[in-house]
């Protein structure tokens, strides 16, 4: 896919809590052809059914996700579910070096270190219109061990409250896949012709 290049280009977070819809919407945008730079996030957990390396995920061991830990490699990480999650920086400082809008995909745990390396991001919260709609979704992915259906709906629980950090929130509608879409991108048009730019350094 060509991605198109701006003068302010913008590095874009979209979070929110396990579930609700982060990696649909952002493939929605992929098979849409949007012209982004969409980040693929490093992890330790193994590939689920029909996902593919370097694609939906980049899988990586745990020594090698060490590695990149240590040597400064991600704009940030967290465990999660007792598996690690990054952003590779050198995609992010990359593409943005060559004018293109970047999307990052990140769990509530990595905002706030992206906050602290780059204030100027545009931070996009993506929440369930419930949380009961939220408990259909996991069942969906068939988290069906009560005790874990339970510690992941008491972390949304709390993530929800972290809305208030995003710059934006978009209430992810069941069968509305199109409509987030559609915000998101008016987001980034409106962000990417503010009076003053946002300037990302890294």
């Known amino acids: 896919m060509v991605t198109a290049t701006s003068p302010n280009p913008l590095l874009v977070v979209v979070s929110g809590p396990s579930g609700v819809g ?4 952002l493939l929605r945008m992929r098979e849409l052809a949007r012209p982004y730079y969409f980040i693929v996030t490093a992890t330790t957990r193994p590939p689920r059914p029909n996902e593919r390396d370097g694609i939906d995920y980049s899988f990586l061991t745990q020594l090698t996700f060490d590695h990149l830990i240590h040597s400064g490699g991600l704009l940030e990480w967290a465990r999660v579910y007792n598996y690690c999650y990054g952003v590779p920086k050198a995609q992010v400082s990359t593409a943005l070096s060559q004018g293109k809008h970047v999307l990052v995909r990140t769990d509530i745990q990595g ?3 992206i906050k602290k390396l780059a204030p100027e991001a545009v931070f996009v919260f993506l929440a369930p219109p419930s949380l009961e709609e939220l408990s259909q979704r996991l069942r969906a992915r068939a988290v069906n061990d009560p005790e874990d259906l339970k510690l992941r709906l008491e972390i949304a629980r709390q993530e929800m409250q972290a ?16 409509e987030s879409v559609s915000t998101l991108d008016a987001i980034i048009r409106a962000e990417s012709h503010r009076a003053k730019p946002r300037h990302i350094a890294l």
Request: hydrophobic fraction near 50%.
């Open 111 to 113: 905002v706030a270190s």
């Open 22 to 25: 982060k990696d649909a919407v």
């Open 163 to 178: 809305a208030a950090m995003f710059d934006y929130v978009i209430v992810n509608q069941p069968g509305e896949l199109d």
